[in-house]
């Protein structure tokens, strides 16, 4: 196909088009990073000669409907690719339009353009519909509104992603208007920030042009390199154009609720295109697969076949929903992030076996999992093939019971020998639980907070820990004996004498507790009966059994840490 891309500046780029993402593209996932690189650019493209013009990127726009606003005439296009760089932009634009003045008649006239170029007329049609997966509106009610959120208060990272756009989009403006005109920054976005457009016409053209930017080298992310491969198989393929609508609109349909899926969490995209194709490898693989490799193999499974297109992304999708599962189960998404290891648990929530069963397998994967990488802090080296082979033997199971009992055994055997829980505790004997294991200590206090709840024949109550949970480990670890106490002060000789008996078990387990985010911070250096004070208005079992200490010493700490590493010996051995 001859593809006869435009070259274009902003103002020209959206000048007569109105654009929508639909709801089959992934959502609006930007980070700092890549806004600060943006920031970059725009800042030294300032400082070079008049004329000069900094390429932006390639735009891929397929034409829909024409559409007619008072006596102008507009181009409906749903954006394909270039979606990232398109979205910023154009909330800097209203960051612009939020900060011109209303005194000097050229910004008066320019915010009036701005606004106008934005929300096209009084019903609020919008330059840019973002119509996929903004759940919480805060792009609309930006360029309606000015409305600028807070992105601690977005429940799902797509939200959250684009609140955090809006805020620093405004800041970089305020940063702009120190030293700088915000007449010539408009100036600039529209005339010397330049893209490549492709405009099409025919939806199969797309794939097309998507195969072009790929052997360009050009970045775009493997989920959607695979949709796209999917939908041109679609296009090519299909019989004839009855059964080519039908299988393109059901795709729709399926990548739209993927993206809605993975737009919910940080790095669900990977992992369900490299857990998916692994699992139905028909080779028996020693690792999970990488991105490209996981591409392959759904092309290679797909052999140009159509309905075989909307199989395997309806496969995709029950991956992602997998992923996206086990991601929201906060106490066995804390139990590792190595892939290997989540790639087995996937398999098993995948299987057919009955919830009792799956939830016995499941619960036996956590024992030893954590076990292996928790307690015994194996890192991801440890275990990769075996992982990998019993995910794909599992899901092959057909859910018997004799599945089962050969699920579970094999299950248990990757916890032989050394990761046995009698050899794995030994790891938690007089040793340094708290630097590099700050995760995983959140994850085992929040078991034993549960265990004590159970032996108290209590609710275990999670408001406190929801608020852990959310908070990084480091703002919730606290230390019962200070690790740098004030010299000459309350906690003088608890320990021992000298610097090194305090460096021996001031990060034993023993000595430390989880508290609510930066409650660690008030308490600090205070004397034993003021924390024992706090900590019993906080509520928490593990607590209690701290402040029913009289004093906190070495002896106190070694009991501590007796009676914890008993808690692990059956928490986390074998079912």
């Known amino acids: 196909m001859d593809i006869q891309p435009k070259y274009l500046t902003f103002a020209e780029l959206v000048s007569k088009r109105l654009f929508r993402i639909p709801e089959y593209q992934r959502a609006y996932s930007w980070k700092s990073k890549h806004r600060g690189d943006l920031f970059d ?12 013009t900094h390429f932006m990127a390639t735009v891929v726009g397929l034409q829909r409907e024409r559409e007619t606003i008072h006596t102008d005439e507009y181009t409906r296009l749903d954006i394909v690719d270039g979606q990232q760089r398109l979205t910023t ?3 800097l634009c209203k960051a612009i339009e939020k900060s011109l003045g209303e005194d000097d008649k050229t910004e008066v006239v320019l915010r009036k353009e701005i606004a106008t170029l934005l929300v096209k007329n009084e019903a609020g049609t919008l330059l840019l519909l973002q119509t996929n997966h903004d759940k919480s509106t805060y792009f609309a009610n930006y360029l309606w509104n000015g409305d600028v959120p807070n992105p601690e208060d977005a429940k799902f990272l797509a939200d959250r992603d684009l609140a955090t756009a809006i805020v620093e989009c405004e800041r970089f403006v305020a940063r702009w208007t120190q030293s700088n005109s915000l007449v010539d920054l408009a100036k600039l976005l529209k005339n010397r920030l330049t893209f490549i457009f492709h405009e099409i016409d025919d939806e199969s053209a797309v794939y097309t042009v998507f195969e072009v930017l790929n052997s360009r080298g050009l970045e775009v992310a493997w989920l959607d390199r695979t949709k796209s491969t999917l939908m041109a198989i679609a296009f090519e393929d299909a019989p004839n154009a009855k059964t080519k609508r039908e299988v393109i609109d059901q795709l729709h349909l399926l990548w ?16 369900t295109l490299r857990f998916a194709a692994t699992l139905i490898n028909p080779e028996t693989s020693a690792k999970v697969l990488g991105d490209e490799q996981a591409l392959e193999l759904v092309t290679t499974q797909c052999g140009g076949k159509v309905r075989r297109t909307i199989e395997l992304t309806q496969w995709l999708l029950r991956v992602a929903d997998a992923v996206n599962g086990l991601s929201a189960e906060r106490r066995r998404a804390a139990v590792t992030k190595i892939a290997h290891a989540r790639l087995l648990a996937i398999s098993i929530i995948l299987t057919p076996f009955d919830a009792k069963e799956k939830g016995r397998l499941l619960d036996q994967w956590e024992r030893v999992t954590f076990r292996i990488f928790g307690i015994a802090g194996k890192d991801a080296r440890t ?12 899901h092959e199971m057909e859910g018997t019971s004799r599945d089962y009992k050969e699920a579970m055994k094999q299950l248990r055997s990757l916890g032989d020998g050394e990761f046995a829980i009698g050899e794995a505790v030994k790891n938690l004997q007089k040793t340094d639980c708290y630097i590099g294991w700050e995760e995983e200590l959140r994850y085992f206090m929040f078991r034993y907070e549960e265990h004590l709840a159970k032996g108290a024949n209590q609710t275990f109550k999670n408001e406190q820990w929801d608020r852990i949970w959310e908070a990084s480990p480091s703002q919730s670890i606290e230390h019962v004996h200070p690790q740098n106490p004030t010299p000459g002060g309350a906690w003088k000789g608890a320990l021992g004498r000298g610097r090194g008996q305090r460096e021996a078990h001031v990060n034993r387990l023993g000595n430390l507790v989880l508290l609510p985010p930066r409650m660690n911070e008030k308490l600090g250096n205070r004397e034993f009966s003021f924390k024992k004070t706090e900590y019993r208005k906080i509520g928490l079992l593990l607590l209690g059994e701290v402040c029913r200490k009289n004093k906190w010493n070495k002896q106190a700490i070694e009991e501590r840490e007796r009676a914890l590493i008993t808690f692990a010996m059956d928490a986390w051995a074998d079912l």
């Open 41 to 52: 650019d725009i800042w030294k493209l300032e400082s070079k000669p008049a004329g000069s």
């Open 256 to 271: 739209g609720k993927i993206y809605a899926t993975i737009g919910l969490r940080e790095g669900l995209g990977s992992e």
């Open 89 to 91: 932009l154009i909330l």
């Open 383 to 394: 275990r990769v093939g075996e992982y990998v082979r019993l995910a794909q033997k599992i």
